[in-house]
C-alpha cells in the first residue's frame, strides 16, 4: 500500500446515506474530494466542509485518479459513467451488485482503460468512519489497484481483500447477507411461538442471543465436512435424529398457532437427505442438495 498520508485525491460518485458518510470520513482525514449527485442538492454540506462538487459525473472523474462509485445499482453505475474517460483510471465499485455483475462491469472498465476494483460494505452508515463499530469491506479485482490505494480505501472501514475474480466481494457479501436472513427467520420464528404467552420479549432475548452464538460454531464443522468430503466426523447430533426432531418443532408450533413456513423448507431438505441414506450426517449435505 503505497498511498500512506492524507491528502490523496479521490473522486466519490453517490451521496447517499453510505456514500455521504463515507465522503465525511475522507475528508475529515484529509484527503482531496471531488463528489458528484443525481441530485446536487446532497452535495451542499459536503461543500461546505470542502468537498469540490462537479456539475456531471464525467467532469468528476476527470478530476482524480481514483473514482469511487456508489450508487443504487449496476444499471445507474453504467448510466452514470457513460462518456466519462476511464483511461489510466482506478474504479472502485461499492455499489451492491451480484457476483456477475461485478465481473461483467470489470470487463468494461478494462475495455476503457481503467483497474477495477469491486467492494463489498458489510456495514451501515453509523459504522462507517468508527474503528471500533466492526464494519469493514469486502474487495476483490484488481490486486494491483488495491495496493496502490488501500490506506485511502481504510480510512471509512476495515478492508478485507478477497482475490483477483472480481465477483467474489459481492459473492461473499450475499453469502453472509443470506445468512443473516435465514438466521433473522429463525428468530422471526422463535418470537412467534411466545408472542400469546406471558413472557416478556425483552427477557427472553439474552437467552434466543446466548443460543445463536452458542450455536455459530457449528459452521466450523460444515467448512470442514465440505472440505474433506466426510460428513460424519465429530457428528453429536445426526441428521436422522434432528429430523425427528422436527415433528416437536412443527407441532408446538401448531399448539401455539404459528405458522412454521420459515422452518419446513429447510426440514424438507432434511428429510430428503435421510431418504437419500445418509442420516448418520450432521446438515452438511444439505449443502450438496442445493449446489446440484
Not at 456514500?19 to 458528484?36: F, P, Y
Not at 428429510?271 to 450438496?288: C, I, K, L, S, W
Request: one cysteine or more; glycine letters at 12%.
Amino acid at each position: 500500500m503505497t498511498d500512506n498520508t492524507s491528502g490523496t485525491s479521490l473522486t466519490l460518485l453517490g451521496l447517499g446515506a453510505m456514500g455521504t458518510a463515507l465522503a465525511r470520513t475522507w475528508l475529515a482525514a484529509g484527503h482531496s474530494l471531488t463528489v458528484w449527485n443525481r441530485t446536487p442538492g446532497r452535495a451542499g454540506p459536503l461543500a461546505a466542509e470542502g468537498a469540490e462538487v462537479a456539475a456531471t459525473a464525467a467532469e468528476a472523474v476527470a478530476a482524480s485518479p481514483l473514482v469511487v462509485v456508489c450508487l443504487l445499482d449496476d444499471a445507474s453505475v453504467g448510466e452514470a459513467l457513460t462518456g466519462a474517460d476511464l483511461a489510466g483510471k482506478d474504479l472502485v465499485n461499492l455499489t451492491t451488485g451480484t457476483p456477475a455483475q461485478a465481473r461483467a462491469r470489470a470487463r468494461w472498465a478494462a475495455e476503457r482503460g481503467a483497474r477495477f476494483l469491486d467492494g463489498g460494505i458489510m456495514a451501515v452508515p453509523p459504522m462507517i468512519g468508527v474503528p471500533e463499530s466492526g464494519g469493514y469491506v469486502f474487495y476483490s479485482g484488481s490486486r494491483a489497484l488495491f495496493d496502490a490505494h488501500g490506506d485511502t480505501l481504510a480510512v471509512p472501514a476495515g478492508t478485507r481483500y478477497v482475490g483477483e475474480d472480481a465477483g467474489f466481494a459481492a459473492l461473499y457479501d450475499v453469502a453472509l447477507l443470506s445468512a443473516m436472513t435465514g438466521m433473522f427467520a429463525g428468530v422471526s420464528h422463535a418470537f412467534a411461538l411466545i408472542r400469546k404467552e406471558d413472557i416478556e420479549p425483552t427477557a427472553f432475548a439474552p437467552l434466543l442471543v446466548g443460543w445463536l452464538n452458542a450455536m455459530a460454531g457449528y459452521a466450523y464443522g460444515i467448512a470442514g465436512h465440505l472440505e474433506s468430503g466426510d460428513y460424519t466426523t465429530g457428528v453429536a447430533s445426526n441428521l436422522a435424529m434432528m429430523t425427528e426432531g422436527n415433528t416437536t418443532l412443527l407441532r408446538t408450533a401448531q399448539e401455539q398457532g404459528v405458522s412454521a413456513e420459515l422452518l419446513t423448507p429447510f426440514m424438507k431438505l432434511m428429510e430428503r437427505r435421510v431418504a437419500d441414506g445418509h442420516g448418520d450426517e450432521d446438515t452438511t449435505g444439505v449443502v450438496d442438495l442445493l449446489t446440484r
